[in-house]
């Protein structure tokens, strides 16, 4: 009974912000992100008998706390689905720096859902996967379906689901994202669960759905530009959101603020380029693949590290890739 699972982590282009039930984390809203690959995250879980309790690591360290809760919400409702009470030993590895803004819960928690159901003998689709990858993260139900991806705000599992969303495929293949990595610990937990306090979190809900709206119909018509421009302005609607709550979470960092000048700078000059961010420093820079490396270059002369990353599929179990 054990299994492994790769899952891409993702790009925030219409962001959740809070939860409306933090247990099976709920969000209030609709949200849309894309996959970015070859970032990954490789995870091995096996039920074990012999164990004397469940054991977590990821990179390389041992996983306790409120981080070993999280995980512990998506190993028992496997658990509970498949009718077992063995221990389960998960060990995780991320092919890119985590905790600074770029997707590593989504990845991790996508790819611990689909171990898991493959461990334990579970025949299920991957919007239903979805499901359960949420409870450790809510962004890790888009991961689990991949591609463009739309996660739905229900209020039980049978509505609360993502689902990958039909785009043009010459849309994704000329998709370019330039990671600039600002290496920024961040938390995003206690942000989500004081979302609601912000006084600026009704507005949000206000405009959100029409945002909403038209990603979708960007995405779908593959226009770039329509896309992007509001994955920039959501991400400045979140920030805002995020600031205004009463611990006051500042994430971004002056090389943040010197990508957003750099990028605006670069579009002035006829470059299709657009800022994004998730919560934290670094910063997706999104551009088409003829573009690609001047995009790169600007970027990592703000003195960053930079990733050039395309469109990722959906999680995937992996025959021959285990971790122990």
């Known amino acids: 009974m054990k299994a492994t699972a790769t899952a891409h982590p ?3 282009l219409v962001k959740y912000h809070g939860m409306r039930d933090e247990r099976l984390r709920m969000p209030y809203h609709d949200s849309i992100s894309v996959c970015t690959a070859p970032s990954e995250t490789t995870t091995t879980v096996a039920f074990d008998d012999s164990l004397d309790g469940d054991r977590y690591v990821v990179d390389g360290e041992a996983v306790t706390g409120h981080g070993a809760e999280r995980i512990r919400t998506v190993v028992d409702e496997v658990r509970d689905r ?3 009470d063995a221990p389960v030993r998960l060990e995780s590895e991320n092919s890119f720096p985590t ?3 770029l997707g590593s819960s989504a990845s991790g ?6 171990a898991l159901v493959e461990a334990a003998g579970l025949d299920l689709d991957h919007p239903t996967v979805s499901t359960i990858a949420r ?17 739905a705000a229900g209020l039980t599992d049978a509505d609360c689901r993502s689902e990958r969303m039909d785009v043009p495929r010459a849309f994704e293949d000329d998709l370019r994202v330039v990671a600039g990595l600002v290496p920024s610990y961040k938390e995003t937990d206690q942000a989500h669960s004081e979302a609601a306090d912000s006084h600026m979190f009704q507005a949000r809900l206000a405009h959100v759905h029409g945002q909403l709206a038209r990603m979708r119909e960007a995405l779908r018509a593959g226009a770039f530009e329509r896309a992007f421009e509001l994955a920039e302005k959501d991400s400045l609607s979140l920030a805002a959101t995020t600031m205004t709550g009463p611990s006051g979470w500042v994430y971004w960092q002056p090389r943040t603020l010197e990508i957003f000048e750099t990028v605006r700078e670069l579009r002035e000059q006829g470059v299709p380029v657009y800022f994004s ?3 934290g420093a670094s910063v997706y820079v999104d551009t088409t693949a003829e573009y690609a490396d001047r995009v790169e270059s600007a970027v990592a002369d ?6 050039i990353w395309r469109v990722g599929g959906p999680a995937r179990v992996e025959a021959d890739a285990a971790l122990f």
Do not use: K, Y
Request: charged content about 10%; aromatic content about 4%; overall charge negative.
């Open 99 to 101: 905790n600074v803004g």
């Open 277 to 279: 961010v998730d919560t």
């Open 10 to 12: 993702i790009q925030g």
């Open 82 to 84: 498949a009718s077992l």
């Open 135 to 151: 409870r450790g993260s809510a962004s890790a139900a888009r991961a689990v379906t991949g591609g463009f991806s739309d996660l």
């Open 109 to 114: 928690f996508a790819a611990a859902a689909l």
């Open 302 to 307: 703000c003195g960053v590290e930079t990733q």
